[in-house]
């Protein structure tokens, strides 16, 4: 079992706030990676790492930044939220090596912004 | 580019019935392929995962898929449907070794 972790679950902020987006997994896996889903709607892969201090923008632009520091912490800011960065972020991880691309996902965050 | 179709947004089934939820894949490469089941406001648990070995895959909660090359597809299905078995469905495909696209998506609506 996958151990993932996304925090907060559910996030309701005004619009020009500063937000992070926390993940985190226990798994030691090098890549990581961050969706957007929005309700009812396919996912949308935004930033993605191969590992640490390794980060790249997905197929979907998107205003916000993500770092990676550690191997297991890949959190991800929005400088200034706006109404239209309402959505679901999940964040997931997959092991490196061949054959091991299936990714892991966490419960994900649910944003809304005001 | 590698991509997925999964045919039909929504699907209804009475419990007890036959569940077929229908995806084709486009890859210029061998695919590695995956279902994943997703229940409200959760993420993505991974069902199964077809990686070039057995065409007949088998995965959790009793689901299977079979890899058809020839048809370019990987339908997922389950003999008996429960109430349980209620939520969005994805079909995903290897891009690259290192990224998944995904479908957009089947709902499944079991009725009792």
């Known amino acids: 079992e996958a151990d993932i972790y996304q925090t907060p679950r559910y996030l309701v902020i005004g619009t020009g706030k500063k937000i992070t987006l926390e993940c985190s997994q226990t798994?030691?896996?090098?890549?990581m990676y961050w969706y957007q889903q929005d309700p009812g709607m396919e996912l949308h892969l935004i930033h993605y790492?191969?590992?640490?201090?390794?980060?790249e923008k997905g197929d979907l632009s998107s205003e916000s930044t993500v770092s990676r520091i550690r191997t297991e912490h890949f959190p991800l800011t929005l400088e200034s939220a706006r109404p239209s960065h309402t959505s679901q972020y999940l964040c997931?991880?997959?092991?490196?090596?061949?054959?091991?691309?299936?990714?892991?996902f966490g419960p994900g965050t649910r944003l809304t912004v005001t | 580019a590698q991509s997925v179709t999964q045919l039909g947004s929504h699907v209804s089934v009475s419990e007890g019935a036959l569940v077929l939820l229908r995806c084709n894949y486009s890859?210029?490469?061998?695919?590695?392929l995956f279902w994943y089941v997703q229940y409200p406001n959760q993420g993505l648990q991974l069902l199964l995962k077809?990686?070039?070995?057995?065409?007949l895959v088998k995965g959790i909660n009793g689901f299977e898929a079979e890899f058809k090359k020839s048809e370019t597809s990987f339908h997922l299905t389950k003999p008996s449907a429960h109430m349980s078995d209620a939520a969005e469905y994805f079909c995903?495909?290897?891009?690259?070794?290192?990224?998944?696209?995904f479908g957009t998506g089947t709902r499944l609506l079991v009725s009792p």
């Open positions: 997931a991880s997959s092991e490196s090596g061949t054959g091991r691309y299936e990714q892991y």
């Open positions: 890859s210029s490469v061998p695919p590695y």
């Open positions: 798994m030691g896996h090098d890549k």
């Open positions: 790492s191969y590992g640490v201090n390794s980060t």
């Open positions: 077809y990686t070039s070995a057995a065409t």
């Open positions: 995903a495909v290897t891009v690259g070794f290192q990224k998944l696209v």
